[in-house]
Structures are given as structure tokens and as C-alpha cells.
């Protein structure tokens, strides 16, 4: 069974400019989570899509949308790149919702590591 | 707002040595997770435990909830060189929301 897959890997982009990042779940997951991992804040939690519909939502500016397409698919989308966004951003796949934990395991991908310069 | 602090925050030790992290919150949670990441991956979880005083083993590594749901332990015995990574707890909020502790960077030295 395929695991969490995440592309591209690795990105390199300068402030201003937008950029997509893509994740493709664990084949039978509904729910698709991402979160943002830097040093001095750790791991955040970003939003949840279950069923294409965005069922939660962290603190963190509109800059910050994503989406989730029929076959479970999501795309992650930030707008005007700030220096701070440079971080390791994942993507996290679970049957149910996520906040569940109890009765659904998040399954983890590699991770896209962002740089803005 | 719910927060899940972790202690220490780095740990290097001696291979053989046995280690405790802490995971402890103001708040109650219904439920906690342990997760393991190594670099270049994404954390893997370990154990989930969702009573109050539950006691988990998974080999060497030894988990335990708290009575009162607000804090968490992960002891581990004879730590090995393939325990070096980054130790998560996450906690179910009551937004039905995953909140993630600050981490705990554990090296082991040969």
C-alpha cells in the first residue's frame, strides 16, 4: 500500500511569488490535513479537508488556502510568499477526521521543504 | 487555547541509558498521541492512549496518560542510536482538531 506522497520536495522561491505544493493521500483516506513546521514554532496545524469540504482551520492568514478534489487529491496554495514561510510544510492522511484520534492514525508524507529567499 | 508543552526540549545521553519526555497541559484532552520523526520524514506515530492512567508498552518504550488527562509521559529503556530523532505528543482538542507539543530532539551517542 502507497503512502502519503508529496511534490515536489523541495522548493526555492523569492517573497512576492505564489507557490502550490500537492499531496496525494493514502488510497481510501477521505481526509487530507497540512500542517507548517519551522524551528521556533514547531509543528501547526493549517486546515483539514474531508470530502472535499475544509472541516478545520488554524490560525494563519487567507494567504494560505487549499482545496481538495474528488479522488481525495489536495493542493495547498500560498499567495505572496513572506520570508517566514520558509519552512517544512506536510500533509497528513487519516480514513476519518483527523481530530479524532482515538479512532483514526494520520499517516504522514516526507514533507515539502519551502525556502523564500 | 489549548497547549501541549514538552520537556526537555533537547536530550543527548549515552546509548544504554534510560530517558523520560514529558508532555504536560493546563487543559484536559480526550485522548494522546506519540509520534516519532527522523530528519527528511514525516512523524510516525508510536501509540495513542485514551484513558486516564493508561500505561502502554511498545518494546522499550514505555508510555503512560495522565490520571487527570492533562499530561503525558514517554520513558524509554536501554535507549539505542535508532531512538535518535524528534518526539512529538499531539493532543484531540475539542474542536476536533490535532494540537501538536513543541517536541522533544533526542540524540543517542554510541
Known amino acids: 500500500k502507497a503512502g502519503v506522497t508529496q511534490t515536489p520536495r523541495y522548493l526555492i522561491k523569492t517573497r512576492g511569488q505564489q507557490v502550490t505544493l500537492s499531496c496525494s493521500p493514502i488510497?481510501?483516506?477521505?481526509?487530507v490535513s497540512w500542517y507548517q513546521q519551522t524551528p521556533g514554532q514547531g509543528l501547526q496545524f493549517l486546515f483539514e479537508?474531508?470530502?472535499?469540504?475544509?472541516?478545520n482551520k488554524g490560525n494563519f492568514p487567507g494567504r494560505f488556502s487549499g482545496r481538495q478534489f474528488s479522488n481525495s487529491r489536495s493542493e495547498m496554495n500560498v499567495s505572496t510568499l513572506e520570508l517566514g514561510d520558509s519552512a517544512l510544510y506536510l500533509c497528513?492522511?487519516?480514513?476519518?477526521?483527523?481530530?479524532?484520534?482515538?479512532?483514526?492514525?494520520?499517516?504522514f508524507g516526507p514533507g515539502t521543504r519551502l525556502t523564500v529567499l | 487555547t489549548q497547549l501541549l508543552e514538552q520537556s526537555p526540549q533537547f536530550l543527548s545521553i549515552q546509548e544504554g541509558e534510560n530517558l523520560t519526555v514529558y508532555c504536560n497541559s493546563s487543559s484536559v484532552f480526550s485522548s494522546l498521541q506519540w509520534y516519532r520523526q527522523e530528519p527528511g520524514e514525516g512523524p510516525v506515530l508510536l501509540v495513542t492512549?485514551?484513558?486516564?492512567?493508561e500505561v502502554k508498552k511498545l518494546k522499550r518504550l514505555t508510555f503512560q496518560f495522565g490520571d487527570a488527562r492533562k499530561d503525558s509521559s514517554l520513558h524509554i529503556t536501554a535507549a539505542q542510536p535508532g531512538d535518535t530523532g524528534l518526539y512529538l505528543c499531539a493532543g484531540g482538542s475539542s474542536a476536533s482538531k490535532i494540537i501538536f507539543g513543541s517536541g522533544t530532539r533526542l540524540s543517542i551517542r554510541p
Open positions: 492512549v485514551v484513558t486516564g492512567g
Open positions: 497528513a492522511s487519516s480514513l476519518g477526521l483527523a481530530g479524532l484520534i482515538e479512532y483514526n492514525e494520520q499517516f
Open positions: 479537508y474531508f470530502s472535499e469540504t475544509q472541516r
Open positions: 488510497s481510501g483516506h477521505r481526509s
